[in-house]
């Protein structure tokens, strides 16, 4: 999959992140702004990356502020904003990206 235009998913709220997704230059270029970063930075980013490669995506910016987000919430901010980048709203995998 190709991300077309930028494209965002969530909130600044608590216990939630906001997902900005633009088209990369190649890679998975990923930039993690989070209270909790120290402890659970790794766990963040695994959880973006299995997210990306299940949905097939290996070119593109994303960018997450993290307020808290469960892992199941952060996979869900992911899977919508990259859904939302290329208008995608039929036959999605909802859920299913990290069985």
Known sequence: MEIERPAMAGTLESSDCQVTVE??????????ESAVINQYGNQIRNVVFETLNHLGVDNIKISIVDKGA??????????????????????IHWGGARE
Not at 23 to 32: E, N
Not at 72 to 86: F, L
């Open 23 to 32: 088209p990369g230059d190649g890679r998975i270029d990923f930039t993690l």
């Open 70 to 91: 469960l892992d199941c919430t952060i996979k869900a901010r992911v899977e919508g904003a990259v859904s939302r980048s290329m208008d995608h709203f039929v036959n």
